[in-house]
């Protein structure tokens, strides 16, 4: 027999024979249930998911599918027609919401295509609304909003550090009319905030 496999099994013969001298199991007395070693840390109790309340009812009217029409400011400051669609559901547990978005801007050859994947809530530690957007231009950005009534303002977290572009970005979405939902962008450039853009979202309630 190998001999490695014979120690390992002489060792395991004596540990177990050293753990169970008698050959007998140490059971509590009847009707005493066994206490846990002294200083044992109690196990720790079940955390259940918090679930959906007011400030998740509060976001549902901007939890839409739809088109968007509107228009938005070039880099060298020009007006250009902008149009595109969104795709919006609840994510699972009904805490957070998500939208993919494909947006056109200008037209023609100089068309700009631009897709973004938007995840929005409550932050219940943070406190307040929060939104993360990612895009096909390889840049994520973190938003935290403002909620009145039924519009909500979002505003970036993060300075963006591109020359020659608003180092800020604020969206205000109005969904008073829910047939109508308005939006406008505006950008924070030499101290001051600039309009970026304006258009109406389309949609239905998801």
């Known amino acids: 027999m190998n001999k490695l496999l014979i120690a390992v099994s002489l060792c395991t013969c004596s540990l177990a024979f ?7 199991a140490v059971t509590p007395p009847p009707g005493k249930p066994t206490a ?3 200083g044992a840390a109690a196990a720790p109790a079940e955390m ?5 309340g007011a400030d998740q009812e509060a976001l549902k009217p901007f939890v839409k599918s739809g088109s968007y029409t509107g228009t938005r400011m070039s880099p060298d400051g020009k007006e250009m027609p ?8 609840w994510l699972p547990g009904g805490m957070w919401a998500s939208c993919d978005i494909d947006m056109t801007a200008g037209t023609g050859k100089t068309a700009t295509k631009w897709m973004g994947h938007l995840v929005f809530g409550y932050d219940t530690m943070a406190k307040g ?3 993360v957007m ?4 390889g840049m994520m950005g973190r ?10 303002v979002w505003e970036s977290m ?4 591109v020359p020659n572009m608003p180092s800020k970005e604020r969206v205000t979405d109005d969904a008073t009319d829910a047939k109508a939902e308005k939006m406008t962008f505006e950008g924070y450039m030499n101290g001051k905030w600039m309009p970026m853009g304006s258009g109406e979202f389309k949609g239905g309630s998801k």
């Open 18 to 24: 050293a753990q169970a001298p008698s050959g007998k």
């Open 48 to 52: 259940t998911p918090p679930k959906p």
């Open 134 to 137: 990612t895009d096909n231009f």
């Open 36 to 38: 846990p070693p002294s």
């Open 82 to 89: 902008q149009k595109g669609k969104q795709t919006c559901k």
């Open 143 to 152: 938003m935290k909003g403002t909620l009145d009534g039924k519009k909500m």
């Open 158 to 161: 993060d300075e963006m550090k």
């Open 129 to 131: 609304y929060r939104a």
